[in-house]
């Protein structure tokens, strides 16, 4: 199975994109996902995450009120609505998914190690 984001383009401060995570042709189980974002020459970091099964989100401070998780579970497709875009916010954008393991906690969203499964990232090019 392999996640495959996409979405990502090039656009204005202030503008707005979405970012979809889907697996085309193919379902599997997941207990939450989430988006992490890396710029260049800095570590990758959390974004966003949810849980799959309810109505639990977690977002960064820095995109708190900008940004937001949403998923489609007919659709097996996770979004991040992204609004009010900086410059930087400009970065290579991953969506991961934990398959193994129980639900995670809300602490857990927000970690790395929480993910076993990644996407191979999609752009985000926020001009001035």
């Not at 890396?38 to 960064?60: D, M």
């Not at 820095?62 to 930087?88: C, H, W």
Request: proline residues 3%.
């Amino acid at each position: 199975v392999q996640l495959q984001a996409s979405g990502g383009g090039l656009v204005q401060a202030g503008g707005s994109l979405r970012l979809s995570c889907a697996t085309p042709g193919r379902t599997f189980s997941r207990n939450a996902m989430g988006w992490f974002r890396q710029a260049p020459g800095k570590e990758r970091e959390f974004v966003a995450g949810l849980r799959w099964n309810g109505s639990t989100t977690r977002h960064a401070s820095s995109v708190q009120g900008r940004f937001t998780i949403s998923r489609d579970s007919a659709k097996n497709t996770m979004y991040l609505q992204m609004n009010g875009l900086k410059p930087e916010d400009t970065a290579v954008y991953y969506c991961a998914a934990r398959t193994r393991g129980g639900s995670p906690i809300w602490s857990m969203l927000s970690e790395e190690t929480t993910y076993d499964l990644w996407g191979q990232g999609t752009q985000v090019t926020v001009s001035s």
